[in-house]
């Protein structure tokens, strides 16, 4: 069974540029979340990707958008960067089935600095 | 209505010792109570979880604690060791609705082991 990998490890971008950052979610798993972690908080949710369709979303402005594909990988987009998105990024897998599991298991995440 | 509240922010003990952190909840649509470990540079690693139709949970040297009617619960770290120095999460989801999939994390503890 293979853990959640995600790519890049790190990222430098300017203020305005785009970025994407990308998720393999565990062996089994059909559902991905993303998460920013700024530095000393807790993780935010971002949104929520399952059967590729975006299935719930957290208080982030529409410049973050995301994908998932049909094996179950997932893509977070950040349009117009800004300093404050500078943060850990991190991509959780999930079963989501007949019987709800709950349990998200995190990547080791993708730091990305704005400069 | 969506926030838990983790304390206390940093806790020192020395090994051998027990680790107790708490956290606080306020939506009583939360079901699931997991707990993460998360070390430097690295992505959450889920450690231990309940569901409020028990009282305590143990795995190992890791017990949750819940207490339904305070909507609250805690994480107690038995016979601590100094590997377990890392910063540790408390969160809280939801079975269904638009918050499906959403982890609600606390602001995190950052445990320090001393041997």
């Known amino acids: 069974e293979t853990g959640v990998t995600q790519s890049p490890t790190h990222l430098i971008k300017t203020r305005g540029q785009q970025v994407t950052l990308r998720c393999s979610s565990q062996?089994?798993?059909?559902?991905v979340s993303w998460y920013q972690q700024a530095l000393g908080q807790g993780p935010q949710f971002i949104f929520q990707?399952?059967?590729?369709?975006?299935?719930g979303r957290g208080n982030f402005p529409p410049r973050f958008s995301g994908l998932q594909f049909p094996n179950y990988s997932s893509e977070l987009n950040v349009n117009a960067l800004e300093l404050d998105d500078s943060a850990l990024y991190l991509c959780a897998s999930s079963l989501t089935g007949l019987v709800r599991g709950h349990e998200q298991y995190f990547g080791p995440g993708t730091r990305l600095t704005v400069t | 209505q969506q926030q838990v509240k983790q304390s206390p922010q940093s806790l020192i003990v020395q090994k051998g010792g027990i680790s107790i952190i708490n956290c606080a909840y306020e939506?009583?649509?939360?079901?699931?109570f997991p707990w993460y470990q998360q070390f430097p540079g690295k992505g959450p690693a889920l450690l231990i979880a309940i569901r409020p139709d028990v009282s305590e949970k143990k795995e190992g040297r890791f017990t949750i604690s819940f207490n339904k009617s305070a909507k609250q619960f805690s994480l107690h770290i038995m016979d601590s060791q100094p590997g377990d120095s890392a910063t540790y999460f408390c969160?809280?989801?939801?079975?269904?609705?638009?918050?499906?999939?959403?982890?609600?994390f606390g602001q995190g503890t950052i445990l320090t082991v001393h041997p």
């Open positions: 939506n009583t649509a939360f079901d699931y």
């Open positions: 062996s089994g798993h059909n559902t």
């Open positions: 969160a809280a989801n939801t079975r269904g609705g638009t918050s499906y999939g959403k982890l609600t």
């Open positions: 990707y399952y059967r590729e369709e975006e299935n």
